[in-house]
């Protein structure tokens, strides 16, 4: 099931709409709450194992449109994760140190070191998604970055980072119901920014934009998956079920004690 939301690094053009927002793959919440329970407790161990063996980092990219969930597929992921092994890292709009240095400078500093997990809560493809539907890069530029970004994973894929990225797939009808929904609940007002409506009225540029992004940036060492999110569960309960299956093919194991064990214990008891 999992390799029907993952895109082939041999697909030259892919089609928005050959993926559907409500899709579950014919599941329902309740078929899949059990394992999904037994995912989750799969996960803290299995992030256990990776933070003590430090061979690998593990990068995971959120993108997708305003309401498609970002903050809560992180919230619902890392839930029982131990905070020592993960941090959460998201991209706004460069500031002037950033902006005197190549767009990707800022990102490498926050990739995951060995033993860790880092997500990122968009990420450096807003480098060529914003910017491309805001005109201040062309398309000429953006192609040219596709191909530079396909390189930067590599190169951290050749250093041990595992990359796993993620497109909430959200319908506009369903953006709707959300942004409404923020405005007519007090609490949730802190959520709500004029710049979302903006933002919305590019949506058909957006959702071309992000065709390019995902069909020149999927390869083998660095797969763009595409996630059906209207339905939040479905959302949540995919992206653990992939996250938990790349760990487990890791078959990582704790390490090993250095020294000999018996002469350690008689030591430990021989002290006061």
Not at 24 to 37: C, M, P, R
Not at 196 to 205: A, I
Request: glycine residues 4%; charged residues 30%; proline residues 3%.
């Amino acid at each position: 099931m999992i390799s029907k939301f993952k895109i082939d690094s041999t697909v030259k053009k892919i089609n928005q709409k050959a993926y559907e927002p409500k899709d579950t793959a014919g599941l329902t919440k309740n078929s899949v709450d059990e394992e999904y329970i037994i995912l989750q407790e799969k996960f803290v161990k299995l992030q256990e194992v990776f933070y003590a063996s430090k061979k690998y980092s593990l990068l995971i990219v959120l993108q997708g449109m305003d309401c498609s969930g970002k903050d809560g597929t992180v919230k619902n992921l890392l839930t029982g994760v131990n905070p020592n092994g993960f941090s959460v890292e998201n991209f706004k709009v460069p500031n002037s140190e950033e902006i005197g240095h190549d767009y990707l400078w800022r990102i490498h500093k926050k990739t995951p070191v060995n033993g860790s997990f880092v997500v990122f809560n968009r990420s450096y493809y807003e480098d060529v998604l914003v910017t491309r539907i805001h005109k201040t890069i062309n398309d000429k530029t953006a192609f040219r970055r596709f191909k530079e970004i396909k390189e930067f994973e590599k190169y951290l894929v050749d250093n041990n980072t595992i990359i796993l990225k993620f497109f909430l797939h959200i319908s506009k009808e369903f953006q709707k119901e959300k942004l409404e929904n923020r405005l007519l609940s007090p609490e949730k007002y802190w959520k709500f920014s004029e710049t979302d409506l903006k933002e919305r009225s590019f949506w058909d540029q957006y959702q071309e934009c992000y065709s390019d992004v995902i069909s020149n940036c999927s390869a083998k060492e660095a797969p763009w998956y595409v996630i059906p999110s209207d339905n939040r569960w479905f959302r949540d309960y995919i992206i653990l079920k992939i996250v938990v299956k790349t760990l487990e093919d890791l078959n990582l194991k704790y390490p090993k004690l250095e020294g000999n064990i018996i002469s350690l214990i008689q030591e430990l008891k021989a002290q006061k």
